[in-house]
């Protein structure tokens, strides 16, 4: 955690305008975003995102690792709408139940409304449907939030918070809790093509993290990041992952 907060401070002054053209990558669901930070634009009309990328991460008292690869697609189906999904693969579980398959997911995001300046407002819907397995993963859960953003001199400043309704592996067997998801950060881009997000997010079960993640955008049409995050409270020690996203523009379906 502290060689995290080192690298952030270390990079501020660095830091220049963001080019606000770029397509970005994807959060949870495969709805525009950053790892752990809820973004507040969407993929333009006709627009494809492809991401996968590989995570590792160790749990506390000795719950093991694992070794996950969440494949994400976002579209961009009409003006200000998008449509996203995530399917995680377990390469490495040390659960020792050989289930690869995690819990699906799938949403959308809506632009809602664009201010002066850049400052944004998207709604956001989450369902995620229990398919990994009991203990491991979260199960059935269904989350409604908003996501926001504004720049402030050259950082772009998000927060983002949703309501979320957990029915566990047997939703209509047991019984339906409920709690919040939140998130702020930053992003700032340090050259035309690199860019620096970090941010804290948890929830209101007693998880929180802090993250730090690394974008460039030199490769023609995709981006490819590297994330970090250390657990201050959880199950979660800490994690590092890297991935990539290509943005294929115009489709028409």
């Not at 220049?16 to 770029?22: C, N, T």
């Not at 709805?31 to 006709?46: A, D, I, K, M, N």
């Not at 809506?110 to 995620?128: D, H, Q």
Request: one cysteine or more; a negative charge; aromatic letters at 10%.
């Amino acid at each position: 955690m502290k060689l995290i907060l080192l690298f952030v401070i270390l990079l501020i002054p660095f830091a220049i305008e963001a080019d606000v053209s770029r397509q970005g990558i994807s959060a949870e669901g495969g709805l525009t975003g950053y790892p752990f930070l809820p973004g507040s634009r969407v993929l333009e009309r006709g627009f494809l995102r492809i991401q996968g990328r590989l995570e590792y991460a160790d749990m506390k008292n000795d719950a093991g690792s694992y070794l996950l690869l969440p494949l994400n697609i976002t579209w961009g189906c009409i003006e200000n709408l998008e449509l996203g999904g995530e399917i995680p693969i377990y390469l490495d579980d040390s659960s020792d139940d050989g289930h690869l398959l995690g819990d699906i997911s799938a949403g959308c995001s809506w632009l809602y409304e664009t201010a002066r300046g850049g400052s944004a407002l998207v709604f956001k819907g989450l369902i995620t449907l229990p398919t990994g397995s009991e203990g491991r993963d979260a199960g059935s859960e269904l989350a409604f939030g908003i996501a926001t953003s504004t720049t402030f001199r050259l950082l772009r400043l998000h927060t983002a918070a949703s309501y979320v309704l957990n029915g566990g592996n047997n939703p209509f067997e047991g019984s339906i809790t409920d709690y919040m998801k939140f998130s702020a950060g930053g992003a700032s881009y340090l050259t035309g093509d690199l860019q620096i997000i970090c941010g804290l997010d948890g929830t209101t079960t007693g998880d929180l993290g802090l993250a730090a993640t690394i974008t460039t955008y030199a490769v023609d049409k995709m981006a490819l990041f590297f994330s970090m995050r250390a657990g201050l409270s959880g199950n979660t020690e800490y994690s590092i992952s890297a991935g990539a996203a290509w943005t294929m523009p115009e489709l028409e379906f």
